[in-house]
């Protein structure tokens, strides 16, 4: 078996493109605002990626460089212009805590990332929709939908179904609220049995009855046996250190998708599994493009 490869790259332009339509389609031309301070390589790649990305679609972007301590005044004008429609963080700022202060001093209905606690909320009890009349989408965070999104595209799951991942088996290595969690989260309220692995150990999220919650719980299985039993792997450990997944430990037809800079997968995988994404990014930019115009249609809706 030798595995087949997605490019994210080819599975973003098919959603641009759906984008570009829409967006230019819009009585106002929708405006997002990139915020960065300080040096952070990866910080400025994810900022030109997203000036790609609105080029593509007819976002017009502005990115502001500013210092941390003025990071908050910042947000506060942005979240009071009604021509700025979406409101885009590039982390860190401080590199510790306050950065989570940071997140949750967006606007909700422009936080593009979908990282405000508000929305957390919303992802973390299941509620889908913010309106009474379910016609006001909830936003999920950037990086766990591209990577559903790419798992739809294995076409692992039918997203039309009421539980798409009804009965598959996930084993996630990253735990971070910001990706790790949110996505084991989001797999768990589609039906998946979710095992999540970080520094702290493994947690087992399990589905809720009919449309409630998930449910998270203690577990001791291990990494060896996580893995012979997963349909799906998903890693994002961001180092050098971690043991690479090797084809031994993975259940035949597996899907592979990782989403760190580092490699944590052996190359020898794509002899095993089934399909294998190597990377992320672009559909993490595009998912925050499909958000600002969700964000517009939600506060016109």
Known sequence: MTATIIDPSAVATEFRNSLRKEIAALPTPLRLLGLISGQSGPAHTYAEYTRRGCEEVGVSFELKNVARLEAEASVAAANADPNVHGVLIYYPVFGTEQDQYLRDSVDPGKDIEGLHSFWSRCLYENRRFIDAAQT????????????????EAA????????????GRRVCIFNRSE?????????????GAEVVSFDIDGPLSFSPGAGRAAHTVHETNIDRQAALAQADIVVTGVPSRS????AARE????AVCVNFSTFANFESDVRETARVFVPRVGPMT???????????YQNGRG
């Open 136 to 151: 006001k989408k909830a936003i999920l965070p950037c990086t766990p939908l591209a990577i559903l999104k790419l798992l």
């Open 155 to 166: 076409q692992v799951f039918d997203p039309s179904a009421p539980r798409p991942l009804e």
């Open 178 to 190: 910001v990706v790790g969690r949110p996505l084991a989260s989001m797999l768990a309220n589609d």
């Open 242 to 245: 971690f043991e690479r997944i």
């Open 250 to 253: 993975l259940r035949p037809g």
């Open 285 to 295: 930019v595009t998912m925050a493009l499909r958000n600002t115009l969700r964000l």
